[in-house]
């Protein structure tokens, strides 16, 4: 049994017949390890940086 799958005008506006994962992910370009490595150390950084702001902006502020 085969799916029919609804065409989409231009109009600007998302449906759920728009938004399938297979026709999402048709184009994507694999992901390789130095990515993940750079998106994992991006968030470790931002963590730290956080950490660091919260430490240092209440105590710049109480003074």
Do not use: N
Not at 10 to 32: H, I, N, Q, Y
């Amino acid at each position: 049994m085969q799916e029919e799958k609804k065409e989409t005008s231009g109009t600007g506006s998302l449906t759920g017949a728009a938004l399938e994962a297979d026709d999402v992910l048709a184009g994507a370009e694999e992901w390789s390890p130095v990515e993940t490595k750079l998106v994992v150390w991006s968030f470790v950084i931002a963590a730290i940086a956080l950490v660091i702001g919260l430490v240092v902006v209440p105590t710049s502020v109480l003074h």
